[in-house]
């Protein structure tokens, strides 16, 4: 299974970036999809969650101005970034939760893509 992320890259504070994560490989179903993002000398936090019903959570320091949402038929999950502000400056990296099935025994393994710098300017 291999998770890629796209759309990362510089912007301005006040403007907007979508990323973008597309899970590929051998894939029964997929759980829980999200963003983390690791700043410099930061631990790594959760950004946004989304469930593959479509209920979400978000960081505090990020409701309002950033939304997640998923396409199930693509594996696809996306972080739309409205005002971000200099402090979202990190490396921003999905996960998704994937269920495996080998006969009739399912298994669990939550995957992570590479990361994407995004640096947003003031």
């Known amino acids: 299974v291999q998770l890629v992320e796209s759309g990362g890259g510089m912007v301005q504070a006040g403007g907007s970036l979508r990323l973008s994560c597309a899970a590929s490989g051998s894939i029964f179903s997929i759980n829980a999809m999200g963003w983390y993002r690791q700043a410099p000398g930061k631990q790594r936090e959760l950004v946004a969650r989304i469930t593959s019903g479509g209920s979400t959570n978000y960081a505090d320091s990020v409701k309002g101005r950033f939304t997640i949402s998923r396409d199930n038929d693509k594996n696809t999950v996306y972080l739309q970034m409205n005002s971000p502000k200099p402090e979202d400056t990190a490396v921003y990296y999905c996960?998704?939760?994937?269920?495996?099935?080998?006969?009739?025994?399912?298994?669990?393994?939550?995957?992570w893509g590479r990361g994407t710098q995004v640096t947003v300017s003031s």
């Open positions: 996960y998704a939760t994937v269920g495996r099935k080998i006969a009739t025994v399912e298994t669990w393994t939550d995957y």
